[in-house]
């Protein structure tokens, strides 16, 4: 009874005195095993009742011991060092989104509400996904158009230049109705500058099904930059050719800077220019199994970067991919 009662009243705080109190009690020279040892001069006929008691004993102190392991579980290693819960906490930095994200985010919501949903593929790619399905064959002018990275000189194997090849694939799965946007990071061979990189990020959107006509692909992107830009906003369509829509059209946005009136931004013509679009070539579906006849379909792109230069008003398109954290910071509490 008397050790039951110094155990309990041992102090174990420290991972140190954790291993004192094994080393005591339940160590090979410790109090338990002493006293098991004591077992040979106890009367045979106690020896029964003795191993009872001194089993009991063990046990308790052993459940100490785990108790005490258990409680101090949370401490360091290092013995010395005491935790001082009173000092202030580490500053957890938490990194902003990046303004490419952002729009990028608001721009697939846009689409994700009128029913499209998001498809991906890969920024590798092959000539027939990138160009040839897309009505662009060998040697055609329209792949000037388009200045390509290729991957080892090799003339089959390329870095996408835009993020078409994801409507070739998912037009190729079969399914109809189509209706998705592409989201995604593209290459061209072009001269960095502020205003231009050898990468950068489009949205693409594509929707094929019996009778889809170019009114419901107006009223789409119509509706799409009223949510973007603002409720005045304006547009206009000019005629425009791809290999891979016909008819084929630019939009343009009226100056969302300032309001259409003329500024430095939109060259004092009062219009932006934000994407590419048209009516799915029928050559386009035939390549991809696709009955044109039955079907018809919309297509339209349009780059991330330029509108996000504007809307955050950043005059060099570099300082999205530099990482410069000051830069980024500032996207903290952006929307
Ligand atoms: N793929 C075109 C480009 O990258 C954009 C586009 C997509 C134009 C769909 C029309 C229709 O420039």
């Known amino acids: 009874e008397g050790f039951r009662k110094d155990i309990e009243a041992y102090e174990i705080v420290t991972p140190q005195q954790l291993e004192e109190y094994r080393i005591k009690y339940l160590g090979t020279k410790g109090l338990v095993k002493n006293l098991f040892g004591e077992m040979r001069n106890v009367p045979n006929d106690r020896k029964k009742e003795f191993g009872q008691v001194l089993n009991e004993f063990k046990q308790?102190?052993?459940?100490?011991?785990?108790?005490?392991?258990?409680?101090?579980?949370?401490?360091?290693?290092?013995?010395?060092?005491?935790?001082?819960?009173?000092?202030?906490?580490?500053?957890?930095?938490?990194?902003?989104?990046?303004?490419?994200?952002?729009?990028?985010?608001r721009m697939v919501n846009i689409f994700q509400r009128l029913g499209f949903s998001v498809a991906d593929g890969p920024e590798i790619e092959d000539d027939w996904h990138n160009f040839t399905a897309l009505n662009l064959p060998e040697n055609h002018p329209a792949r000037d158009m388009q200045d390509t990275f290729y991957i080892h000189q090799n003339p089959d194997w390329l870095l996408r230049t835009h993020t078409s090849n994801v409507q070739i694939r998912e037009m190729q799965k079969g399914k109809l109705p189509i209706r998705i946007i592409c989201p995604g990071r593209v290459y061209r061979n072009e001269t960095i500058s502020a205003r231009s990189h050898c990468f950068f990020h489009q949205i693409e959107g594509?929707?094929?099904?019996?009778?889809?006509?170019?009114?419901?692909?107006?009223?789409?992107?119509?509706?799409?930059?009223?949510?973007?830009?603002?409720?005045?906003?304006?547009?206009?369509?000019?005629?425009s050719y791809f290999p891979f829509t016909e008819p084929s059209a630019e939009m343009d946005v009226s100056c969302f800077i300032c309001g259409g009136k003329g500024c430095r931004i939109c060259k004092h013509t009062g219009w932006v220019e934000i994407l590419g679009c048209?009516?799915?070539?029928?050559?386009?579906?035939?390549?991809?199994?696709?009955?044109?006849?039955?079907?018809?379909?919309?297509?339209?792109?349009?780059?991330?970067?330029?509108?996000?230069?504007?809307?955050?008003?950043?005059?060099?398109?570099r300082l999205f991919s530099e990482n410069d954290a000051r830069f980024?910071?500032?996207?903290?509490?952006?929307v």
Not at 209 to 214: H, K, L, P, Q, R
Not at 296 to 313: K, N, Q, S, V, W
Not at 328 to 334: G, N, R
């Open 60 to 105: 308790f102190a052993e459940a100490r011991y785990e108790q005490a392991k258990e409680s101090s579980a949370g401490a360091t290693s290092s013995t010395e060092e005491e935790i001082d819960l009173s000092l202030p906490g580490d500053a957890i930095t938490i990194g902003s989104r990046h303004p490419i994200t952002l729009v990028r985010n």
């Open 328 to 334: 980024l910071k500032q996207f903290d509490s952006a």
């Open 206 to 239: 594509l929707y094929i099904d019996e009778n889809v006509s170019f009114a419901d692909l107006k009223q789409t992107l119509y509706f799409f930059v009223q949510e973007m830009f603002g409720k005045d906003t304006k547009v206009r369509f000019r005629p």
């Open 278 to 317: 048209g009516m799915v070539h029928p050559k386009v579906l035939e390549n991809c199994g696709i009955d044109s006849n039955k079907y018809t379909g919309y297509a339209f792109g349009m780059g991330i970067e330029r509108p996000a230069l504007l809307l955050y008003d950043v005059n060099d398109i």
